[in-house]
């Protein structure tokens, strides 16, 4: 079943001249390459017809179980070229790991791992043009599941669709890091105890859209949801991890409790800072604590982290009482800068990387299609 073997349907591509002003600033989510993945799944069958296609709308049924019942899950990560031209992706063996993690919580078919990288790299060969090339530009990539099946009743489905698009992603912060304030969101909750918040679904995105909603209208770029019982333990924000750091160069971040994701960047950031000799301390960590350890200054720094904006550092937080807390002029952390600057160093081959992340998928001065 691993070696199920790719077909490919070649997309009429788009004119190389349009293709390299999108990649000149393509935002993010913004534009797709010319291709997409699609690998089908039944309970019957089990994985079959793995498939290159043209990048294009998908025929679903309307009673297809996922239009009703949610049932969805996805990754994300991105591809990088290196200054050789040589295109990389980083650790996508623990995306396909992970993907698996949410598969089982959300009742859906588990995928080989060697099937999810081997899809990875299928893309990346067949539209390796778009990988773009200025700084800090990447493509990212979106694997996602469907629940594929059309019968209305509520059982997990018996036919599943495993698709990857991809899209160039711009620089995160044009014109230098900015630091961001983030909204300490109380009453609404992304995920409780039993729930789905270690899961990457889209049902955790949909319930934290009205507080992103309402961070916005308070200025704030993120939200930071707490552990729906206390609310005071942090859990995380919408789509990133949380770092705390102290002005002894120790890194707090909250465990992985069973309602927070498990970021890969995290998990980075971690392995990183401890081999610079840092103490990492994975533990409950509160919102008071946090206060009080910025108000007599044995708190210095604050970052979230994610693939999509890699490490994105604290300003202030805030709540319905007003500003909780505020770093002022000591916000973007020296700290927070230089882990920023490794693991991108990391991710785009210009920085060594002892902890074996990186892996060459395209090779220097392959065309596309090779
Ligand atoms: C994807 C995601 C993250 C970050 O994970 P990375 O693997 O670092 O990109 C954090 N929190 C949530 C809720 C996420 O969906």
Redesign the pocket.
């Known amino acids: 079943m691993t070696a199920l073997a790719f077909t490919r349907t070649e997309a009429d591509r788009l004119p190389t001249a349009e293709r390299e002003a999108i990649l000149a600033d393509p935002g993010f989510g913004n534009h797709f390459t010319d291709h997409m993945v699609s690998i089908s799944w039944s309970v019957d069958a089990g994985w079959h017809d793995a498939e290159v296609l043209p990048y294009g709308p998908l025929q679903v049924d309307p009673a297809s179980s996922v239009l009703h019942y949610g049932q969805e899950i996805f990754e ?2 991105k591809a990088y070229r290196r200054p050789d031209g040589s295109i990389v992706t980083f650790r996508a063996d ?2 396909a790991r ?1 993907l698996n993690t949410s598969a089982d919580r959300l009742a859906l078919p588990e995928l080989p791992e060697e099937l999810f990288v081997a899809a990875v790299n299928e893309l990346l060969h067949v539209d390796a043009d778009w990988v773009p090339s200025g700084e800090d530009q990447s493509l990212y990539l979106r694997p996602f599941m469907i629940a594929d099946e059309s019968f209305l009743g509520v059982r997990a489905a018996q036919k599943a669709r495993f698709l990857i698009i991809a899209s160039p992603a711009g620089a995160y912060f044009t014109g230098g890091v900015k630091p961001v304030s983030i909204w300490l969101s109380k009453d609404l909750a ?1 995920a409780g105890r039993g729930g789905t918040g270690a899961a ?1 679904c889209g049902g ?2 949909a319930s934290s859209l009205l507080p992103t909603r309402i961070a916005a209208a308070n200025g704030c770029a993120q939200v930071l949801f707490t552990d729906s019982a206390t609310e005071d333990t942090i859990d ?6 949380l770092f705390i750091v102290r002005a002894d160069g120790t890194l707090i971040t909250p465990r992985t409790n069973g309602n ?2 498990d ?4 998990s980075s950031l971690i392995r990183l800072a401890e081999a610079r000799g840092h103490r990492v301390e994975e533990r409950d960590v509160t919102v008071r604590e946090w206060r009080e350890g910025v108000a007599d200054g044995s708190i210095t720094e604050a970052f979230a ?4 904006a890699v490490i994105t550092p604290i300003q202030a937080l805030i709540g319905e009482e007003g500003t909780l807390l505020d770093f002022g002029a000591g916000a973007p952390g020296e700290l927070t800068m230089s882990l920023r600057e490794e693991l991108t160093g990391i991710q785009f081959g210009t920085v060594a990387d002892p902890f074996g992340w990186v892996t060459e998928v395209v090779p220097a001065n392959a065309g596309a299609a090779a």
């Open positions: 994300g990560l623990a995306n992970r992304r990457k955790n995105y995380e924000l919408g789509g990133m991890n927070i994701l970021g890969i960047t995290r982290c994610g693939t999509a």
